[in-house]
């Protein structure tokens, strides 16, 4: 293993989070780590709202579906596409992962909490005042971990084939 693929195994969801706060060159770095996240026909098509405020998350997380946790997390970013670029989605969800393993690098704990098709989208752009041109494609509270909890992934073998797929007995 190398420094990259640590960082992406020891990556797992957190819901829960000390009290402590992000240090403000943690989240510039994880921007522009964002900024650098492949997109097609290099359009860029992103917004990244970073939300610190407890009020403000709080109202955020009273929005969502399954993310009241969003609430004791110490930052949120929130990632909107500009809907006018054909592959916004791909590309925001290229930037998301990206914003997840660079926070991941500084031992701060990340969930992914969806944004695009879900009812509270628009609330979300409201409240932040983001442009209508834009849609809400994730959130992602962070924080440093009070509590991890390790989900098992499948097996390898279970999940991937090589030249042709050959179903197994």
């Known amino acids: 293993m190398n420094i990259g693929t640590t960082i992406i195994k020891s990556r797992h969801s957190v819901r829960k989070y000390k009290p402590e706060q992000v240090d403000e060159n943690v989240i510039r770095d994880v921007l522009e780590c964002a900024r650098h996240a492949p997109t097609a026909m ?10 610190r405020e ?3 998350l ?8 399954h993310g009241k946790f969003i609430e004791s997390a110490a930052v949120c970013i929130a990632v909107f596409g500009e809907k006018k670029a054909k592959y916004y989605l791909e590309d925001c969800c290229a930037a998301t992962e990206t914003i997840i393993l660079a926070l991941q ?18 609330a979300v752009r ?6 209508d041109g834009y849609t809400l494609v994730s959130l992602v509270p962070a924080g440093f971990p009070a509590e991890i909890t390790i989900q098992k992934k499948k097996d390898l ?5 090589f030249e042709k797929f050959v179903e197994q007995q």
């Open 58 to 65: 709080g109202k955020i997380a009273d929005l969502t579906d």
């Open 157 to 161: 073998d279970d999940i991937t084939f």
């Open 54 to 56: 407890k009020s403000l």
């Open 105 to 122: 690098s500084y031992g701060v704990g990340s969930c992914w909490v969806a944004g695009e098709k879900k009812e509270y989208a628009e």
């Open 42 to 51: 290099n359009l860029q098509p992103w917004l990244f709202g970073v939300v």
């Open 126 to 131: 409201k409240l932040l005042d983001v442009p």
